[in-house]
């Protein structure tokens, strides 16, 4: 971190500013040139906050070197993260997983009937929400624990691994005891209280990326994750807001390289949330294959138009096999299988 010092800042406030940052580890290189007079900080500089920097009357500017994150940089830990899930793995050059199922568990037979349906079509795990965080209070908000205790079912009948999301660290035992990865939502990213309570269990994370949050704050997230004791993160991408409206959000399929390069965590996509139109997620699922993506989480129902959340961008199940049959091909292209 560079701080960059006031010319006539007085003899005491600097020594005492000095002082602060070797209280906290750090080494300082004073250099005072004939314009700038530059504080070169060596050391963690992940405990220090900017902002309470800013605010000392003798200081400039602030410059972070180092990115705020430590267990998640590649940095520090350059080989890939590879998460264990009953045997499949994700990341590092394993195989591509592909994650389906409905936004919404509607009932024993539609998920245990789904399950089969996205297995045959080259699925290895069963997605499907029973907390579901809705727009409106209005909207059909899940079938609540019914619905988890449906997935354990449609995983004893398939031996697919059940990913859903969990809203509230209440819910956390219940999680525990069956879902096999937790997924936090969009709008929980900056649950900083729930990221903290999640990085208290063992099990796999899928960390969305929020609405309107900057590559930096979602990686932030995931080191609350691991700062807390849980090193098995799966972040997931699901399309941003920006000011397009011909589709729900905008997929920024860009940051596949950019994790790949700053962190050592895998990285799926969600082409369903990000376009919010089935028409779109086929190609948007070979793009992100095509860019390097461990995997991809797609919702599937087998009739769209009555599903009670999400119907325009589910496909059905044939259409969800063509796009695996499809997303092989190009993965053996980049290098990997599926
Ligand atoms: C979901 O997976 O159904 C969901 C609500 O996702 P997101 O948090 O990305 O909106
Ligand atoms: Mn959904």
């Known amino acids: 971190m560079i701080v960059t010092v006031k010319k006539n800042a007085d003899e005491k406030s600097l020594n005492q500013l000095i002082q602060s940052f070797i209280a906290k580890g750090l080494q300082v290189n004073d250099s005072v040139g004939s314009d700038y007079h530059i504080l070169g900080l060596i050391g963690d500089t992940t405990v220090l906050d900017e902002k309470s920097i800013k605010a000392n009357p003798i200081v400039d500017d602030v410059t972070r070197i180092a990115a705020p994150y430590k267990k998640a940089n590649r940095l520090f830990h350059p080989e890939d993260t590879?998460?264990?899930v009953n045997g499949i793995k994700i990341g590092g050059n394993e195989k591509i997983v592909v994650i389906g199922g409905p936004c919404s568990v509607e009932g024993l037979d539609q998920i245990c009937q789904l399950a089969k349906d996205v297995k045959d079509a080259g699925a290895v795990m069963l997605r499907g929400g029973a907390y579901k965080p809705r727009t409106s209070p209005y909207a059909f908000q899940g079938l609540e624990t019914e619905g988890i205790l449906d997935m354990v079912e449609a995983r004893k009948q398939t031996g697919l691994p059940i990913v859903s999301e969990l809203m509230d660290s209440n819910q956390l035992p219940e999680f525990e005891k069956y879902v096999d990865i937790i997924q936090i939502g969009a709008r929980n990213m900056q649950n900083f209280?729930?990221?903290k309570a999640v990085g208290k269990s063992k099990k796999p994370i899928l960390l969305k990326r929020g609405l309107?949050?900057?590559i930096e704050e979602w990686i932030m997230s995931a080191e609350y994750i691991m700062a807390s004791g849980n090193p098995?993160?799966?972040l997931c991408e699901r399309g941003i807001r920006t000011f397009e409206k011909y589709t729900r959000n905008t997929l920024d399929l860009s940051v596949v390289p950019i994790?790949?390069?700053k962190t050592h965590i895998?990285?799926?996509?969600?082409?369903?949330h990000a376009t919010?139109?089935?028409k779109y997620i086929e190609k948007m699922s070979l793009?992100?294959?095509?860019a390097g993506a461990d995997g991809l989480i797609i919702e599937v129902h087998e009739q769209p138009e009555c599903a009670w959340s999400d119907g325009a961008q589910c496909l059905k199940p044939e259409k969800f096999k063509h796009l695996s049959e499809k997303a092989r091909e190009i993965a053996h292209v980049v290098g990997r299988d599926l």
């Open 276 to 278: 919010g139109n089935w």
């Open 232 to 234: 098995n993160v799966i």
């Open 193 to 195: 209280t729930l990221l």
């Open 82 to 84: 590879i998460i264990d």
């Open 259 to 261: 994790i790949k390069e």
């Open 287 to 290: 793009a992100a294959v095509a």
């Open 212 to 214: 309107a949050n900057t």
């Open 266 to 272: 895998p990285i799926i996509i969600d082409p369903s």
